[in-house]
């Protein structure tokens, strides 16, 4: 009896990683476990690094949970910070095999996205009282990024009020974008979706590329020492000297 219940244990979490590998091997999959993603944005000299932490199968739906990080904490805590506060994309991004993925935001609520969407396909990700959000797949073409070529797929949002009242949102025009080989290479930080658009908050929406992928030994390079110091004969140099003198009290 013990025996069967431990194959029986076995076989489904075999099934499970197979049907992982299998699905994560088709074009434009958007996240890969092995993976650890490393995206910046305009605005700030910080990585935002993102990793799947562990992998869930709910019928033929995979629920990904992303690793934690430190982020400020609830109010009348002890602590102000935490070091399991949920991932800047949310706590759990769910893929269907129809292409469907499902982001949340930090109340939980779903914003709907598409890998397998047609050219010009619109349609609407999220809907609150006030607010629409819609995607359009706006462009197909193959771009360079971190020094390769691939074939990429890029979605633009708009944002638009129910009452029906033109008006221009500081949030149209974020794109998504994934590539066929790679996925995500333009993502946004969907922790913060439904704040964001209501309102100010302490991590506004913005556009975060990536820039560095870490097992496949991708990123956008700085110049190294060697290309710095490429010293010829011939070369004149200018040395500039300066004294600093920093004075500072200490308690202990």
Known sequence: ?????????????????????????QDYYPLKAKNVYNFTTNSSPYFFPLKIDSVKLVGIDSVYYLFKQIKPAIQNSNCKYTLLGDSWIGETIKIQPNGFITF?????????????????????????????AEVR????????????????????????KLNGTDTIHPYDNLQI?????????KLINFYSWDVSINGPTESPLTNLNLNGLENEKLSNLNITGREIYDFKVGDIYQIHERDYNIQANYSY
């Not at 974008?177 to 290479?185: A, L």
């Open 137 to 160: 797949h706006s462009v197909y073409n193959t771009e360079a990024f971190m020094g390769i070529l691939d074939s990429i797929k890029t979605y633009t949002i708009s944002i638009t």
């Open 177 to 185: 974008k994934i590539s066929k080989k790679y996925g995500f290479i």
């Open 1 to 25: 009896m013990i025996i069967n219940q431990i194959m029986k244990i076995l076989l489904i979490s075999l099934t499970c990683i197979l049907f992982n590998i299998i699905i994560q091997a």
């Open 104 to 132: 949340v935001n930090k109340d939980k609520k779903p914003f709907l996205f598409k890998t397998k969407a047609s050219l010009y396909e619109k349609w609407t990700a999220y809907q609150n009282s006030k607010w629409k």
